[in-house]
């Protein structure tokens, strides 16, 4: 049994759609870090990782139908579902260090 492509691109776009979201959220993140709203910038990352959480979801489906013998063509559109979920991922890890990083400048500046 096969995946359609119709069913794979719908798939593939949730992909896109939620890994964008999360990438939104992470860089929203780090804007408010840089302006000293931790406690906003914290509460991205929680968005953030709530989009996550749907990509993930969708990309398990697609593993387990695979795992489960059901066939699906590799699309490009599939393929950049997966760079946006990788690149978004990436900017969420360096948005948690960014934040760490503004919390740790604004304890330096108080205490000068």
């Known amino acids: 049994?096969?995946?359609?492509i119709e069913?794979?691109?719908?798939l593939s776009f949730k992909i896109i759609l939620h890994a964008g979201n999360a990438r939104?959220?992470?860089m929203e993140a780090i804007t408010l870090a840089k302006n000293y709203q931790f406690t906003a910038a914290r509460e991205k990352i929680e968005e953030a990782e709530e989009a996550f959480t749907e990509a993930h979801h969708v990309q398990t489906k697609l593993l387990q139908?695979?795992?489960?013998?059901?066939?699906?063509?590799?699309s490009v559109i599939l393929v950049h579902a997966?760079?946006?979920l990788m690149t978004a991922m990436t900017v969420k890890d360096?948005?948690?260090?960014m934040i760490d990083m503004y919390e740790k400048?604004?304890?330096?500046?108080?205490?000068?």
Not at 94 to 97: I, K, M
């Open 1 to 4: 049994m096969e995946e359609t």
């Open 7 to 10: 069913e794979l691109q719908m």
């Open 24 to 26: 939104s959220y992470a």
């Open 65 to 74: 139908d695979e795992a489960g013998g059901k066939k699906s063509d590799v």
């Open 82 to 84: 997966q760079d946006h």
């Open 94 to 97: 360096l948005a948690n260090e």
């Open 105 to 112: 400048m604004k304890q330096i500046e108080g205490e000068k």
